[in-house]
């Protein structure tokens, strides 16, 4: 028996009232199963969309008001807001003819819980507990394998995977996510769909894509996308990082290299776009290699390409505009060579370079690229140096873009300078000037110097 909340205990009540079976099923069951707290709650029921409604619609006041919004009517799912908490309520049903790979042609209600449960794709998500009791329907045995840490399709995975081609991916995302390993039968009927994976939306795969970069471990859901088959499909720009081997104190091919940088970035908690530019920030290198008469690899400028696939990867997709281009700016930035003998004017123009904003996530990616090298975290000291240096020429406010500087383009127009690109080209020039000398950045020594410009001295 589960402990069940109150509000579901007071939801519940008000199906027994009308004479129907309310029952929580999917993820909330499962987790709470694995001991996780429960975020999302879905119930199913004997009754209709319209008998739901006609419980909850409009009825009590304030806290105790119910909203109802027939968020999926002819799949028999309404959405119902009580006491604040949206509750997706979906009839029993069944589920037939998916020629799409995604969406069911035909749903017909069912009479019990536990033909609503034989649609499910997994025996984990295929538990059910009756409300308010709390005794637990479980005819595919999804305890055991919870408790197994285990993932097995209910039934047929080969129809379970046929019939939906985002399962296939949600059974990686699920591994990733839980550290579950996944039952033989059901993880050798992957290739054999990927056909009907291929048919699922752009966004949709993202979204998956994404909670495995969001998991723990996320070289667990992609080791097992190359096992499958699934990594070629959906990322042949990663899979192809397979025995590219690389030179010098590395230790693992692209591939291996790649998904442990990524795992170092979720390990730390980084952010998503520092996850996203950990996994992809070497997938130019195949295409750039080189080897010399001994067989030495190098991969001059892979930065560039590796951006420049990052940013395709990305759009097929769907990434936002914002996501694309911070991994894009990263990977492009992730190669820099700092040495003690920069100078001062060096370190200003690694900043404007990389942008303040982008500092912290360039450190990050920098620190998961050097722990993947070898599989260890890097000295202490590592990147200190840079960062100190970084952090007093912040601190000192000495100009670091055009905005810094002590004239404006107004000031050049009063000095004669025509409005036009000649303006922009005389402003960057000191700019630079600035950066190798601060003391010069006053009106009057910046005025000096534009004029000079200006008339060719």
Request: charged share 25%; hydrophobic share 40%.
């Amino acid at each position: 028996m589960l402990v069940i909340p109150r509000i579901l205990k007071d939801i519940a009540l008000i199906f027994a009232a009308s004479g129907r079976q309310s029952f929580l099923v999917g993820g909330a069951v499962r987790d709470m199963l694995r001991g996780e707290k429960a975020h999302d709650f879905d119930l199913a029921t004997n009754a209709t969309p319209e008998e739901v409604t006609a419980m909850f619609r409009s009825q009590g006041r304030g806290a105790e008001r119910r909203t109802v919004i027939p968020t999926g009517i002819k799949h028999g799912t309404v959405t119902v807001y009580f006491r604040g908490i949206a509750f997706e309520i979906t009839t029993f049903r069944t589920e037939t003819g998916y020629c799409d790979g995604r969406h069911p042609e035909k749903v017909a209600y069912a009479a019990t819980i536990e033909e609503d449960l034989s649609r499910r794709d997994f025996t984990m998500n295929a538990v059910a507990v009756e409300l308010p009791k709390g005794r637990i329907v479980d005819p595919f045995n999804g305890r055991a394998d919870i408790q197994n840490r285990v993932i097995r399709c209910v039934g047929s995975p080969l129809e379970r995977f046929g019939e939906d081609g985002l399962r296939a991916l949600r059974c990686v995302r699920f591994a990733s996510q839980f550290g579950f390993s996944v039952d033989k039968e059901t993880l050798a009927a992957i290739p054999q769909t990927l056909s009907t994976t291929a048919k699922v939306a752009a966004e949709r795969k993202r979204d998956e894509l994404d909670k495995i970069t969001g998991s723990g471990k996320p070289s667990t859901g992609f080791l097992l996308m190359e096992q499958t088959g699934l990594l070629k499909e959906l990322l042949p720009e990663l899979a192809v990082c397979r025995n590219v081997e690389q030179k010098g104190r590395h230790c693992f091919d692209v591939l291996d290299h790649s998904l442990l940088a990524c795992d170092y970035a979720a390990k730390n908690g980084w952010p998503h776009e520092v996850r996203l530019a950990a996994l992809f920030h070497d997938i130019g290198k195949p295409v750039v290699c080189t080897a010399d008469e001994s067989g030495v690899r190098t991969f001059y400028r892979h930065e560039r390409e590796s951006a420049a696939l990052a940013k395709n990867v990305l759009s097929r997709f769907r990434y936002s505009n914002a996501v694309i281009g911070s991994v894009v700016h990263l990977i492009e930035e992730h190669m820099f060579h700092y040495v003690e003998n920069w100078s001062d004017a060096a370190v200003r123009r690694f900043i404007i370079r990389v942008g303040e904003a982008y500092l912290p996530h360039v450190y990050k990616l920098r620190h998961a690229d050097a722990f993947a090298t070898a599989g260890e975290p890097p000295r202490p000291d590592f990147l200190i140096p840079l960062m100190d240096r970084v952090n007093r020429v912040l601190e000192g406010k000495k100009a670091l873009s055009l905005k810094d500087l002590a004239i404006s383009g107004n000031d050049l127009i009063a000095l004669g300078v025509k409005p036009g690109p000649r303006l922009g080209v005389i402003l960057n020039e000191l700019l630079e000037a600035v950066l190798d000398d601060p003391e010069l950045n006053t009106k009057e020594n910046l005025l000096e110097i534009a004029g000079k410009m200006e008339n060719g001295a």
